[in-house]
């Protein structure tokens, strides 16, 4: 993992009863640049969820809430995919080794990381590089507007060389 995708997966979020279980559809998590992948989410309550995907240079994608799946609520025990199906957006493996996965879920639906929007015709929200002052923000929003429980959770995308 870089300096700059430890910004994000060691954000200081709180502890909580809310417990996050994410996964990728392929078991050992290593893909092809360009490959096709689905990330899995279920939350053991009812949530607000956003996913965050931070490449090895830094730059931070949100990828849930997006354009096809707007809406950031998830049932507990229900199971979330990223895209939601073959029609939706398509979710691809970058060209470079390793990618984060980071999952955040509250209780309450008030930090903007559950609420930005894509703009133009962009699939997903891009954040721009990931910095110490972005980790910051996502933590202070979640303590701040993300209800009496937090929580995030970390997953290692390895990406094998053609």
């Given at each position: ?43 053991n ?30 049932v507990?025990?229900t ?73 995030a ?10």
């Amino acid at each position: 993992m870089t300096a700059a995708q430890k910004f994000i997966a060691e954000m200081q979020i709180g502890p909580s009863g809310l417990v996050i279980a994410g996964g990728v559809d392929r078991a050992n998590r290593t893909y092809r640049p360009g490959e096709p992948m689905t990330v899995s989410v279920r939350v053991n309550k009812d949530a607000y969820v956003a996913v965050l995907r931070v490449r090895r240079s830094g730059e931070t994608t949100l990828l849930f809430p997006n354009r096809l799946q707007p809406k950031a609520a998830v049932v507990a025990n229900t199971s979330l995919q990223i895209p939601a199906s073959d029609t939706a957006a398509p979710l691809t493996a970058g060209k470079t080794s390793p990618e984060l996965i980071e999952i955040v879920a509250a209780t309450a639906g008030g930090s903007w990381l559950f609420t930005k929007a894509p703009s133009g015709d962009a699939a997903f929200v891009e954040l721009g590089a990931t910095t110490r002052a972005l980790a910051k923000e996502i933590a202070t929003s979640l303590r701040s507007h993300g209800g009496s429980e937090t929580a995030a959770a970390s997953q290692i995308v390895l990406i094998r060389p053609n």
